[in-house]
Each structure stands twice: as structure tokens, then as C-alpha cells.
């Protein structure tokens, strides 16, 4: 049978640095991605597919303050779904493309995905992620007043926005995705999905968070019951002693390393760290799953066990 893989991309697989940040130059690099993600279809892997937007949701964001004289700013949870709609629409439009050209005509598509959190999780007394533009003390403090936003300090840059991060409990349209799964190359969990809570009604409401990509990853891994999760990053693999002169990249890692050096503070936290909490947590779940991470351009050969860190 073939295995099932559920793909994280991160930043780099959406846009490039080195390119200004305009819609077309994103759509290049997608292109790119979308090659890679093709070559692992190709192998024979069934894939769907979670990227990152923290960029493209801040653009979003400060795009719509701005304009708020001209038409009303839209709240986070709706421009997170704005950035789920335009990422999962280049996608589909590039790998529908290349697996036509190799003559494999897969269907991709998004789906809108919104993923519980628990409202009393202890990330909402404690938010931690900056979001959107920097403003003055003056503004920062006045939207405290009027939008009961947190506002923060960041670093002597100016006045910001912060959101909490709460963890993912639930994936709300996993049914949807499971019915596609065997016909279909889907696209969710867009930036960690857009955070809802749930009444007791069943009612969900959008609430300004931020799920990290890689924890939503593994939700959804672990709910698809997928054999392994891939996460694709800039570096082909998770390294010790990162950047300094005794850096030790790392081929393996079982459960209990990981565990020793997440706690010896290795994994930088917000880039690194998520990541093989995220690791950890999917190999944990059954023995025989297991997690990689590695970059974009080493994922067939991690997937063959030739590159790339395993977590099992
Ligand atoms: P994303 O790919 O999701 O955008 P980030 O760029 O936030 O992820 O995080 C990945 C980056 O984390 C790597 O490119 C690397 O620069 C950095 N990093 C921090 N700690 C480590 C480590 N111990 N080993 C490898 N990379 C690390
Ligand atoms: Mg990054």
C-alpha cells in the first residue's frame, strides 16, 4: 500500500528572499516547490500538503490597516483565511501544471481549514507572536484601549502586536480531507489553520492566534493516520551545538535524544524548536511512524533514508 505522507512546508517553499514580495515572484518559487512536491508524488507517495504564512498573513494585515480609512480592516482569523485562499490557489494552479506535463492527472485542491483550540489553553494568558505593522507607543496603546489588542515592545523596533500560540486539538473539516485523501493532492492546515474555539453549542468562532504550521502538521498526521511526517525546511538537517564550531548535524534522533536536547535548549524556539517537538510527538504516538525533517531539495532522498534528520 502506499505510504502516506503529510508534507509541512516552510518559508522558504513560498517565497525567496532575495525576490521582492509581490505576488508574481511568489508564484516562481511555488513553481519550484511544486516540482519537488511532484517528484515525491511521483515516487509513489500519497502526500497532502501544509505550508507555512507567517509573511504573507502579516502582509495581509498590514495591507488592510493601512487602507482602514478607505474600507474596514479585517480581523487576523479572516486574513488567515484570506492567506490559506491565494497560498492553496498558487499551488494548485503550479502542481496541477507539472503533473499534467508528466502525464499524472492528480486534482489538487485547498480546503478552508479551521482547527480548534482549547479557549482556556495557557497560551491565551500569555501571547507570545508578533503580528502585523510596528506602530508608535501612542498607537500601540490606543488600539490596546479601542481593540483590546495586547501590544508588546519588540526588541527597541517599535510597538507591536502579539497573538498567543495555542496547540491544535482539532482539525474541523479532517472528514473532507480523508474523503479526498486517495484521489486527490490536498492542500490544509494553511498556517496552522485558522484558530477556532467551540461553544458549547458546536458553534465555532475565529479567534486572533496563531497555530504554529508544524504542530498542525502532526495533528493532522496522527488523524490521517499518515505513515510519516515531512517537514521541509532550509536545512537538510537538525543539527547540536547549531552554528557554533562543534555543530553536529544529525542523521537519527530517537525520541529520548530528542527529548535530552530540546531540554539542553539546542533547538531555537519559533524556527527549530516546534519542529522536532512536532517530530517527537508523531514518532511517539505508534512505533512504526516515524518523522523527517530536511530541506525542500533533499525530501525524495530523506524519504529513501539517504539525507535529512529521522525521528523514530
Ligand atoms: P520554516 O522552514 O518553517 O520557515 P524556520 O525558518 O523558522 O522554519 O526554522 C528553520 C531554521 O531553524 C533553520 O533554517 C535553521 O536556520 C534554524 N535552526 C535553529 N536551530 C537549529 C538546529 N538546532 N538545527 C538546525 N537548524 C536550526
Ligand atoms: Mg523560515
Known sequence: MAQKVVVALGGNALE?????????????????????????????????????NGPQVGRILLASETAKDVTPSMPFDVCGAMSQGYIGYHIQQALRFILNQQGRNIPVVSVVTQVVVDKNDKAFQNPTKPIGPFYSEEEAKRL?????????????????????????????????????????????????????????????????????????????????????????????????????????????????????????????PGSMLPK???????AESKPERKAIITSLYKAVDALEGKSGTVIK
Not at 186 to 207: F, K, M, N, R, Y
Open 16 to 52: 525567496d528572499k532575495g525576490l521582492p514580495s509581490t505576488a508574481e515572484s511568489q508564484l516562481i518559487v511555488v513553481k519550484k516547490t511544486s516540482e519537488k512536491l511532484a517528484e515525491i508524488s511521483a515516487q509513489g507517495y500519497e502526500i497532502a500538503v501544509v505550508h507555512g
Open 144 to 268: 490596546q484601549e479601542e481593540k483590546g489588542y495586547t501590544v508588546k515592545e519588540d526588541a527597541g523596533r517599535g510597538w507591536r502586536r502579539v497573538v498567543p500560540s495555542p496547540m491544535p486539538m482539532k482539525i474541523v473539516e479532517l472528514d473532507t480531507v480523508k474523503k479526498l485523501w486517495d484521489s486527490t493532492i490536498v492542500v490544509t492546515c494553511g498556517g496552522g489553520g485558522i484558530p477556532v474555539i467551540e461553544h458549547e453549542d458546536g458553534s465555532l468562532e475565529g479567534v486572533a492566534a496563531v497555530i504554529d504550521k508544524d504542530l498542525a502538521a502532526e495533528r493532522l498526521a496522527e488523524d490521517m493516520g499518515a505513515d510519516v511526517l515531512l517537514i521541509l525546511t532550509e536545512v537538510e538537517q537538525v543539527a547540536i551545538n547549531y552554528n557554533k564550531p562543534d555543530q553536529k548535524n544529525l542523521a537519527e534522533l530517537t525520541i529520548e535524544e530528542a527529548k535530552k536536547y530540546i531540554e539542553e535548549g539546542h533547538f531555537a
Open 276 to 282: 522536532v517537538q512536532a517530530a517527537v510527538k508523531f
